[in-house]
């Protein structure tokens, strides 16, 4: 890791730190950042916080494959046609204006207010990235090569297996990385407002009811911490797996 990029959340815990220390906020309600890390720590190492970090990995996990599993074939397939993309254009930025929140009711009248409801939301939202993105790697893929291969003979499937599918991979894995990012949020605000015994969502509304205020913090600082550790080991393997990119 670079060294530049500690500057930035250095300087932010640094302004944390005066503001809370010179009073600017009552520290009751903003605790400083040193009280608030023991706490992550403590939250951590006891065992205390583990469960429901778990349980919000997996609902973000099935989310996000089921997304995968609905989203990435769907975008290659309206992608590989530009009059079938432009047909549903219309459906699908129209789903894609609607906020996913406004989906709870609908999902909670379907699907009950267990798992299935906070997985179906949030899967919504994050195939409607997946598609779109797909879509749109295949439909901008570089059509030289594609009339280089026509020319020497291969087939409308062949092109598109061999070409349009990889030169579409950097989109679609924004996609796949936006998706993902998108499956943690909305789990996260499921946990919060949706009936749950358990998850990181449902520990921040236990510990604001509660006023247990350097505890919430420290949970919403371990979901961030969550989200960028899941950022990062995407990027890295897309840049595996995609290394010819940008090339």
């Given at each position: 890791m670079k060294k530049s990029v500690l500057i930035g959340p250095a300087i932010v815990i640094l302004i944390w730190f005066l503001i809370s220390n010179l009073n600017i906020v009552d520290k009751f309600f903003l605790p400083d950042p040193?009280?608030?890390?023991?706490?992550?720590?403590?939250?951590?190492?006891?065992?205390t916080i583990l469960p429901d970090m778990v349980l919000t990995l997996e609902r973000?996990?099935?989310?996000?494959?089921?997304?995968?599993?609905?989203?990435?074939p769907l975008g290659l397939i309206l992608g590989s046609s530009r009059?079938?993309?432009?047909?549903?254009?219309?459906?699908?930025?129209?789903?894609?204006?609607i906020p996913a929140t406004a989906m709870f009711p609908l999902f909670l009248l379907i699907f009950g207010i267990e798992d299935k409801s906070k997985i179906g939301v949030a899967a919504f939202a994050s195939v409607l990235i997946i598609l779109f993105n797909t879509a749109y790697g295949v439909i901008h893929a570089k059509k030289s090569r594609a009339l280089a291969?026509?020319?020497?003979?291969?087939?409308?499937?062949?092109?598109?297996?061999?070409?349009?599918?990889?030169?579409?991979?950097?989109?679609?894995?924004?996609?796949?990385?936006?998706?993902l990012s998108m499956s943690l949020i909305i789990i996260v605000v499921t946990e919060m407002f949706i009936g749950t015994y358990a998850g990181l969502g449902r520990k921040i509304?236990?510990?604001?009811?509660?006023?247990n205020i350097t505890?919430?913090?420290?949970v919403?600082?371990?979901?961030?911490?969550?989200g960028y550790l899941i950022n990062f080991i995407f990027i890295y393997t897309?840049?595996?797996?995609?290394?010819?990119?940008?090339?």
């Open positions: 040193i009280s608030t890390f023991k706490e992550l720590f403590s939250l951590i190492f006891n065992g973000t996990i099935s989310a996000f494959i089921i997304a995968l599993i609905i989203g990435l009059k079938l993309y432009e047909s549903f254009e219309f459906v699908i930025d129209f789903f894609r204006s291969a026509k020319l020497m003979g291969a087939s409308k499937i062949q092109i598109f297996r061999f070409i349009y599918f990889w030169e579409s991979l950097p989109q679609t894995f924004i996609g796949l990385r936006s998706a509304i236990d510990f604001q009811i509660t006023y505890s919430l913090y420290a919403i600082l371990l979901t961030g911490i969550l897309e840049k595996k797996l995609i290394h010819w990119s940008g090339k």
